[in-house]
């Protein structure tokens, strides 16, 4: 492992100072008769191999959720197109995570004070992610769970939570403009909440008025497929079975339907739905 200064300022950890005695300080005898051995070309004790090992591993465990942030938000715009097929509330969802990811990566990267808090937030959405309805027939939920596990044991041990500590009154004034505030992100997070609720409110109303167009589209004695094709399958979702065809709005989460009965040529009888 390569040891260096990963927080200059944060010289109340060891790894962050000039530790141990150059290797010329002292001979191997010397250095024995002091019970001092020989760690990376410096001389230090048993005790200071061991902390600089702890908190060399918090400063990597970190830096690595970090990157794995960064280089997995650019993945889901890249895919924006494929998500987009789940509809605009996945679209919407993979966007809004996609900028919390990478904005939370650069602040564990950074070691950033608000950082630790925000990946916070977010290990604890990924539990409830998984239940939600673009997520529940998804193979990779799972995964999500255990991420979100791994995430908040390396964010919250005690070593983690020393790195985000503020520092000394009389350090941190120096550095105080370096870190975001943590009650403007919360603002942040509550506004985009908020908005969310807002769309996802509008997308289902939007969802249900199709759905009822849809239902008053379908005429008894109208041929099957005059109804059809002046559905876009862009906008829905059309599901054929042997007495019935349902179409399903993209929009909405893909909740609500119009079920419309048929004899295999001609509409028999139609009808809006709403699946729980």
């Not at 962050?16 to 230090?44: C, I, K």
């Not at 289902?204 to 559905?231: H, N, P, W, Y």
Request: proline fraction near 4%; charged fraction near 20%; charge should be positive.
């Amino acid at each position: 492992m390569a040891l260096k200064k990963y927080q200059p300022e944060r010289t109340d950890f060891l790894i962050n100072t000039d530790w141990g005695h150059p290797r010329d300080s002292y001979t191997t005898e010397q250095a024995r008769g002091m019970n001092l051995l020989l760690f990376h070309d410096r001389w230090v004790t048993l005790e200071q191999i061991k902390q600089l090992r702890r908190e060399y591993l918090a400063y990597r465990s970190i830096r690595v959720l970090g990157a794995i942030m960064m280089v997995l938000s650019p993945l889901i715009f890249i895919n924006i197109g494929e998500i987009t097929k789940g509809g605009t509330l996945a679209a919407f969802l993979a966007i809004f995570y996609g900028l919390i990811m990478f904005v939370c990566g650069v602040g564990l990267f950074r070691y950033a004070r608000f950082a630790q808090k925000l990946a916070v937030l977010f290990f604890l959405s990924l539990f409830v992610l998984p239940f939600l309805p673009p997520l529940t027939d998804d193979k990779g939920a799972p995964f999500l769970i255990v991420y979100g596990v791994i995430g908040l044991y390396y964010v919250l041990k005690k070593s983690a939570r020393k790195i985000f500590s503020p520092l000394t009154v009389e350090n941190t004034a120096a550095i105080k403009t370096a870190y975001f505030s943590f009650r403007n992100v919360i603002y942040a997070l509550l506004l985009m909440a908020v908005s969310l609720a807002i769309y996802v409110f509008y997308d289902m109303s939007q969802a249900k008025q199709m759905v009822v167009e849809a239902c008053k589209k379908a005429e008894k004695g109208m041929t099957l497929d005059a109804f059809i094709k002046d559905f876009p399958e862009s906008d829905y979702k059309i599901i054929r079975r042997s007495e019935l065809v349902m179409l399903v709005p993209k929009r909405g989460m893909g909740r609500n339907h119009c079920t419309v009965l048929h004899d295999g040529m001609t509409i028999t009888g139609s009808g809006t739905d709403f699946t729980d």
